[in-house]
């Protein structure tokens, strides 16, 4: 079963992201997420990564080169923009039930869509995944309020890892275990893992 992403775009965002997931995945990549922003003019940004979880410069031109012919034929944006390829980077978005469970215990914070436990913004670490839904242990609790709070997936409008220094070991690990399955060196200077990135102008 494919790990669909739980955190999707809305309007503009959201008819790009149906353009190019398929096409990303073909490319034997994920989508993490779209985002279309005022900066240097107008730039869209695709981030993705491998299916382990790394994603190098190259990576990044190999998923610009394969999408650019959608762009350029479907044409969704009504001006001039830049793209852009990332990867993830250390603090990363998390979108899918998978990113969910690899990341746990480590430090987060999230939006929810709706009121939980009185509030919508939350910040703690992960303690456990289920299918629906997952359980975070808050970093600051208020009077009265529970130390750890049941999150449901669908409730989410947006959650990111924090950065610390157990997250960027646990990022260095992860990514020194995804190059030796894939038969790489332990080190390549190729590889950002603040955030790989491939400018383009269109």
């Known amino acids: 079963m494919t790990d669909k992403r739980i955190i999707i775009e809305q309007g503009l965002e959201a008819r790009i992201a149906t353009l190019l997931e398929p096409v990303i995945e073909q490319l034997g990549y994920r989508l993490v997420r779209i985002r279309v922003s005022a900066l240097n003019g107008t730039t869209l940004q695709i981030m993705a990564e491998r299916p382990d979880g790394s994603m190098s410069v190259e990576d990044c031109e190999a998923v610009s080169r394969g999408i650019s012919p959608v762009l350029d034929v479907e044409d969704p944006m009504d001006r001039a923009y830049h793209l852009e390829i990332s ?9 899918r039930v998978g990113d969910f469970e690899a990341w746990t215990g480590q430090l987060m914070k999230l939006e929810t869509n709706r009121l939980l436990a009185n509030r919508k913004r939350f910040r703690g670490r992960i303690v456990s ?74």
């Open 129 to 202: 995944v289920g299918p629906d839904s997952f359980q975070l242990d808050r970093d600051a609790v208020g009077e009265g309020e529970e130390q750890v709070v049941e999150i449901p997936f669908d409730a989410l409008a947006e959650a990111r890892l924090i950065l610390t220094d157990d997250l960027i070991a646990a990022s260095l690990k992860a990514d020194k275990a995804a190059r030796k399955a894939r038969g790489l060196p332990a080190e390549d200077e190729g590889d950002d893992l603040d955030g790989a990135g491939a400018p383009d102008a269109h």
């Open 87 to 95: 990867s993830p980077g250390i603090d990363r978005p998390l979108v």
